[in-house]
């Protein structure tokens, strides 16, 4: 008798430990989509109205409560890959994934420093990125195969189209924060088949070493 009263007291504290780490969960969230990843603990303890400490014993470090809170997004990222694929017409789902990948991106801006510049949660962005690029190098061959996706497209040019969109809405946040609906239009009918007045795309696209190696960089320099 005596150890199941033991057992009794135990329970709600870890009913109320979960409860805290949800409660801190979803601050995180709040604070890191509004703010980005320059917010501290002890912003995201003050949107939760806990004490910092309650943050520290659920997380010791804001790197660990980014690595949990960004899991579920990274999945979503990665699904809206995985249907572009499965989209009956192919121009449809790469227009889907571009727009879809824009609007989620466009509205967090903690998970756009994490995608982009992969400044936390670094081995969690890296298997997001190589779960998602050959999926997203799928929906790009399948495009050009039917004609439909201009033939010198190249799939790393995908997270550098969604970093100028989103950009642009960071950019016009305050006035006009889908702005990027209409240069996401402009970059669309510059993807189709090239004609004869089509100027060819001068350079060479990224490789996936050469963005590993460019989205820290990006992230320094804006440190």
């Not at 009913?15 to 890191?32: C, G, H, K, T, W």
């Not at 997380?59 to 572009?84: H, I, M, N």
């Not at 924060?177 to 996401?184: A, F, M, Q, S």
């Amino acid at each position: 008798m005596a150890q199941q009263a033991g057992e009794h007291r135990v329970r709600p504290l870890r009913r109320d430990a979960e409860m805290n780490r949800q409660r801190i969960l979803r601050a995180a969230s709040q604070v890191f989509t509004a703010r980005g990843l320059q917010a501290t603990l002890d912003d995201v303890a003050r949107q939760a109205g806990v004490g910092v400490g309650t943050v520290y014993r659920r997380f010791p470090d804001k790197e660990s409560l980014v690595d949990a809170l960004f899991e579920d997004k990274f999945q979503t990222l990665v699904g809206y890959a995985e249907r572009a694929l499965e989209a009956p017409d192919s121009w449809t789902g790469l227009v889907t994934l571009l727009e879809q990948a824009a609007a989620m991106l466009a509205g967090d801006r903690g998970l756009l420093e994490i995608m982009m510049y992969a400044s936390y949660g670094q081995d969690r962005v890296h298997r997001a990125r190589a779960r998602m690029q050959p999926v997203v190098t799928r929906v790009v061959e399948r495009a050009q195969r039917d004609g439909t996706l201009r033939a010198d497209f190249r799939p790393t040019d995908v997270p550098f189209i969604e970093f100028m969109l989103t950009t642009a809405a960071e950019y016009a946040a305050q006035v006009r924060p889908e702005v990027w609906r209409r240069y996401l239009t402009l970059i669309l009918d510059g993807l189709r088949p090239c004609r004869a007045d089509t100027t060819p795309l001068p350079g060479e696209a990224l490789t996936p070493d050469d963005m590993v190696i460019a989205m820290p960089s990006v992230s320094q320099r804006r440190r």
